[in-house]
């Protein structure tokens, strides 16, 4: 397949385009980058937050090296495995709160940070048990995750990102120098820088825009006494993956939290790809769709019991990359081997991620926030392609209305049972939940279903 240079896809490479291997890896380099903070900090917070101090380094580690394997498979698909398409494989940040409430169950009866990792791997490991099986139904599934409900979680995964990013641009978290000046001149620096080049006709420029920001925001702060180089020399040369090596444990009140975040992280993953499809100039409709859906979730599937097994917490297909293939205008899947490989490297060598990770907070936070809201838009085009009628947007309303509400106002579920709390205490959650409720509810229009029945099977 030839790239397409048509102003909606605006391809320099196509999903079957071969690069050579210095774009290739460019390409890759920019993904890591984009994804590296999104996959450490999951572990960073659970392992804070359990009092995981001691096991953070190989934690970190292990989430860099699965991610890999993950993005491998994806992009080769070996039997059937995988969307055959850029889907890198990054920890969720959806299985936080079910992930947390399992560890501080098996802290309050006294257990050791083993047993709570026991715990939260086993009920993990048997939790994508779920996303395998419902991957062999994304057929039947589509009746009822709808472009309408793909289009909506889509975009509600953006506008989330879009906090993260906007918060790292700021310096970070709880960050003593929180929105001042010096910050945010760095962030709106790099994203200048990255808007500027990939306004570019030159296909090298492009590709090498993020990149090129975050060098640049990096020298800036450090110029500036943002950046101060860390020594390392006390990390381990090499992490040595250990299958279950804390042990394996198992809860039903711990599981059923675990298994429900694993169907929403399922209509997650189908609106990613969805997404992916679409700039990919892939069909979004029809049976080689549905094969590289199933496909898909069956990867993440596969994935989050591969990270359940090497301890690491439980992956998702990252809509942010959707991001850099849109800025980049590279879609080939021979990018993502190049990724998977970037990424085990960096999981093996915890000296090269800790030399990475110390890109300062406000620099990439500026590469970020354009890529998060290209997530966001991409959810709007697919929404724009769902027939919106009355009952469309009566549920992009209510659903929009809920999961934005609850997540301005997290306070709001806190009189609720724990259980309650850790399903709908994100916009994600919330919001994709009262979509597909909804959809499921609200009888369709008369004038909607003869569209449907009259348009021909696989139209795009």
């Not at 960050?175 to 001042?180: H, L, N, Q, R, S």
């Not at 009888?443 to 139209?459: M, R």
Request: hydrophobic share 50%; glycine share 12%.
């Amino acid at each position: 397949m030839q790239p397409d240079a048509s102003p909606e896809s605006d391809l320099i490479y196509g999903l079957n385009d071969r690069p050579k291997p210095a774009p290739a890896l460019l390409a890759a380099l920019q993904h890591v980058l984009a994804s590296f903070v999104g996959i450490i900090t999951p572990p960073l917070v659970i392992g804070s937050a359990l009092g995981l101090g001691a096991y953070l380094p190989y934690l970190i580690s292990m989430a860099l090296l699965v991610s890999g394997v993950g993005t491998f498979i994806q992009a080769r698909r070996p039997f059937g495995i995988g969307a055959g398409m850029i889907c890198l494989q990054g920890t969720s940040f959806a299985f936080l709160g079910a992930v947390l409430s399992a560890g501080f169950m098996v802290k309050q009866r006294g257990g050791s940070p083993e047993e709570i990792m026991a715990m939260i791997f086993g009920v993990c490991f048997f939790g994508a048990v779920v996303q395998i099986v419902l991957s062999r139904f994304i057929g039947q599934l589509q009746k009822v995750i709808t472009p309408l409900v793909t289009g909506i979680v889509i975009t509600l995964i953006g506008v989330s990102l879009i906090k993260v990013g906007v918060t790292d641009l700021g310096g970070g978290f709880n960050a003593p120098d929180f929105g001042e000046p010096v910050n945010l001149a760095l962030g709106g620096f790099v994203l200048l820088v990255i808007i500027l080049l990939n306004r570019s006709n030159t296909p090298w420029i492009r590709l090498s825009a993020i990149i090129i920001g975050l060098l640049l925001g990096s020298l800036a702060a450090w110029f500036s006494g943002k950046l101060v180089p860390q020594s390392i020399s006390s990390l381990p040369l090499i992490s040595v993956p250990v299958p279950f090596k804390f042990g394996f444990s198992f809860d039903w009140g711990a599981f059923l939290p675990v298994a429900l975040i694993y169907l929403i992280s399922t209509i997650e993953t189908v609106g990613d790809l969805t997404a992916n499809c679409m700039l990919s100039r892939q069909p979004i409709s029809g049976p080689s769709y549905i094969e590289r859906l199933k496909g898909g979730v069956l990867g993440d599937g596969v994935s989050c019991m591969l990270a359940a097994t090497f301890s690491a917490f439980p992956n998702t297909t990252f809509a942010q990359n959707n991001g850099v293939i849109q800025l980049t205008g590279v879609a080939s899947r021979y990018v993502g081997l190049y990724i998977g490989a970037v990424l085990i490297i960096l999981g093996l060598f915890p000296m090269i991620g800790a030399i990475v990770q110390q890109i300062p907070k406000p620099v990439l936070g500026g590469a970020t926030l354009v890529m998060f809201g290209s997530v966001a838009a991409a959810g709007v085009r697919i929404l724009s392609r769902a027939p919106l009628d009355r009952r469309s947007m009566l549920i992009i309303a209510t659903s929009f209305g809920v999961g934005l509400g609850i997540a301005a106002q997290p306070a709001l579920l806190h009189h609720m049972p724990k259980l309650v709390q850790n399903l709908f205490d994100s916009a994600i959650t919330s919001g994709g939940i009262t979509a597909l409720l909804m959809s499921l509810l609200l009888p369709k229009e008369k004038s909607t279903v003869a569209e449907e029945i009259s348009e021909p099977e696989g139209a795009k």
